[in-house]
């Protein structure tokens, strides 16, 4: 009879062998903490059901930005573009660097396929429940998109998610502000003899009333902030509190509306045609708009003063336009060429301005590639618009006559130009603050805001057309997000970038009805913490929060406090000198994959701490990986010696 002893101890090493800890995928990299956070998702089932599901997010320290996502069954791309965003929004809330940590994403569901940015909100939360160190519980769930700029976007199925929240003893139940009140379709039958008519009937429900009913409390958020604060009990962000522009820039404003009104008074002393209708109009308005200018400068509201100062020359360029329009028979091949002229000498000048900036300087000049970028839009519309005749430009006539259009896009075009070459003029009378920052720091930065760009503006269009609304909307944010990915110069991307994910902001919160006036409210005191954070280090955030503090436009507001935020955001990032000290050594950033990473079950509770100090953190040794494969290896070739002298005997 064989020995069975070498075989059992085969065995039993085997079995110890596979006992071994498996070092997941996030715990694996050498970090020195990993914190993670496990909170109910819910979605809507191809079934058209609601679905719970569970995320877990796990945060690693040191890291190098990249944002990894596992999905069980596979999600969509915009579950992927939505754990990008997530991340880099909770970063931004909890004033860290997003580079300097790598993020790790689980989501499992019964659903067929997870799509969708609706994730993108819970995604954002538990991660910055993570940076904040606060213990993750089990007793609520989101459902909202995320905004890089950390507000919350609209999402359906919401009666269908509270059922599922509701079904598996979730307490509190977030929405995005401006939901509260949910329509969906209900099919009704109705048979009229041998046939049967099929109607989808609109029904509206109060969501707040209906969780009541089933016992889950429904609260509606404008921001990632509001979120935290319900769960965490504590604010991240603090009360407005004044802000300061500096003299410099209040000086240039002046000099500029100084400007505006030569300019308009010398166009108007110059038309030929000012009994024109039209032109009248035109000079009426710019006239009234330079005068607006003087008294809101006269009365301290410096940027809507020079805002306004924009619009007298967009009137005065347009009359004067069409009047040479009118002189020429409606060729306008010179005025074509003169505003392609203007745009390109604003190109070249701040073409030369690209390196040794200091961060007050990079966002100013980023400014002026935004406005840049909006003016050649405007043009290139125009010159789409027009009749080619003979190599010559002439102004499109159908049976309603002629159509003026064009002129007022090539007007666009031309002042905007001039409005980024007034930033571009700004960045030279800042003082001298410091060191300037590091080119590998800019085009790490540039390439982060240029991935949460292209993320946004790519929901926004599909957003768009399948609720049927207006999708020429996205063409500008698209536009912004198509020059910052490919141009070579990292402010500029920088500018475009800003510019396309606050439009992107703006559009959502106009055209889906949501609570414009609390977003604004809220990232208005986000930007003014973030003005904290740099000790009024910004020109940004006092000129566009003077926006928003005066003005009655909820759109205008939305757009002005997202573009706060992510200047403040700008700012904040190159200003830093522990981030900036490490440039040169920073891997490529924003990089989403879909490597699987070990994780807790779906039906796993709240991660328990490893020590008593440090709450969901696990704190790891970076030779736990080196020791644990060296007794693996030891152990597979003493499992195969004795298995080989099992074999002789």
Not at 466 to 494: H, M, V, Y
Request: glycine content about 8%; some cysteine; aromatic content about 8%.
């Amino acid at each position: 009879m064989p020995n069975k002893g070498p075989g059992v101890i085969l065995i039993l090493i085997l079995m110890l062998s596979s006992l071994l800890p498996v070092v997941p995928h996030a715990e694996g990299q050498g970090y020195s903490w990993i914190r993670e956070c496990s909170v109910y998702i819910v979605a809507v089932s191809s079934g058209g059901g609601g679905v719970a599901g569970n995320l877990t997010v796990r945060v690693a320290y040191p890291g190098s930005g990249r944002v990894y996502i596992s999905t069980s069954p596979a999600s969509m791309v915009d579950t992927q573009g939505s754990a990008r965003i997530a991340a880099f929004a909770a970063s931004l809330l909890a004033g860290v660097d997003m580079t300097q940590y790598d993020f790790f994403y689980d989501i499992q569901s019964d659903s067929i396929i997870i799509g969708g940015p609706s994730a993108g909100f819970a995604m954002a939360l538990a991660t910055l429940l993570a940076l904040e160190n606060v213990t993750c519980g089990r007793y609520f769930a989101v459902t909202g998109m995320i905004q890089p700029d950390t507000s919350i976007g609209p999402v359906g199925g919401l009666k269908e998610k509270l059922e599922a929240a509701s079904s598996v003893g979730v307490k509190l139940f977030m929405i995005p502000a401006g939901q509260e009140v949910y329509t969906y379709y209900q099919t009704k039958y109705e048979r009229i003899g041998p046939f049967v008519r099929v109607e989808k009937v609109p029904v509206s429900v109060n969501l707040t009333e209906y969780g009541s009913e089933l016992g889950v409390r429904v609260e509606s958020v404008a921001s990632l902030e509001e979120g935290f604060r319900l769960v965490a009990n504590r604010s991240i962000t603090t009360p407005a509190s004044d802000v300061t522009i500096p003299e410099y820039a209040k000086d240039a404003i002046y000099s500029f509306i100084e400007y505006a009104n030569r300019t308009v008074n010398n166009i108007v002393s110059n038309l030929v045609n000012a009994d024109n209708s039209y032109i009248k109009k035109l000079v009426g308005n710019a006239t009234s708009a330079i005068n607006d200018a003087k008294s809101l400068y006269d009365n301290g509201l410096t940027y809507q003063a020079a805002l306004r100062a924009v619009n007298s020359l967009e009137y005065a360029f347009t009359a004067m336009y069409a009047d040479q329009a009118i002189e020429n028979s409606y060729k306008i091949t010179g005025i074509v060429q003169e505003v392609n002229a203007t745009i390109n000498a604003t190109y070249n000048e701040l073409s030369q301005q690209t390196a040794g900036l200091t961060p007050l300087e990079v966002e100013t000049l980023a400014k002026a590639w935004a406005k840049l970028a909006i003016g050649a839009y405007y043009y290139q519309l125009a010159v789409k618009m027009l009749d080619v005749k003979g190599g010559e430009y002439y102004l499109p006539i159908s049976f309603g006559g002629v159509d003026p259009t064009p002129l007022q896009y090539l007007s666009e075009g031309k002042v905007l130009s001039l409005w980024a070459e007034f930033w571009y003029n700004l960045t030279k009378v800042i003082p001298s603050q410091g060191p300037g920052v590091s080119e590998s720091r800019l085009e790490q930065v540039s390439r982060l805001l240029e991935a949460e760009a292209r993320s946004t503006t790519a929901y926004l269009q599909t957003l768009l057309q399948e609720a049927g609304a207006d999708t020429g909307k996205a063409e500008l944010p698209l536009f912004l997000s198509e020059q910052a990915l490919t141009t070579d110069n990292p402010i500029a991307r920088i500018g475009f970038s800003i510019e396309s994910i606050a439009l992107t902001t703006a559009v959502i919160h106009d055209t889906f009805t949501l609570d414009p006036v609390r977003t604004a409210t809220q990232l208005s005191t986000l930007a003014s913490t973030l003005y904290k954070r740099v000790d009024g280090d910004s020109i940004q955030i006092p000129l566009l929060l003077g926006v928003v503090y005066h003005s009655d436009n909820a759109k205008t507001s939305v757009l002005a406090s997202s573009r706060a935020v992510l200047y403040g955001w700008l700012a904040w990032e190159l200003s830093n000198s522990n981030i900036t000290s490490t440039t040169t050594t920073m891997p490529p950033v924003s990089e989403t994959t879909t490597t699987p990473i070990q994780s807790p079950s779906p039906t796993s509770t709240t991660p328990q701490p490893t020590t008593s100090e440090t709450g969901n953190e696990h704190a790891m040794s970076p030779a736990y990986p080196l020791v644990m494969g060296v007794i693996a290896i030891l152990s597979l070739f003493l499992g195969i010696i004795i298995g080989g002298l099992t074999l002789r005997k």
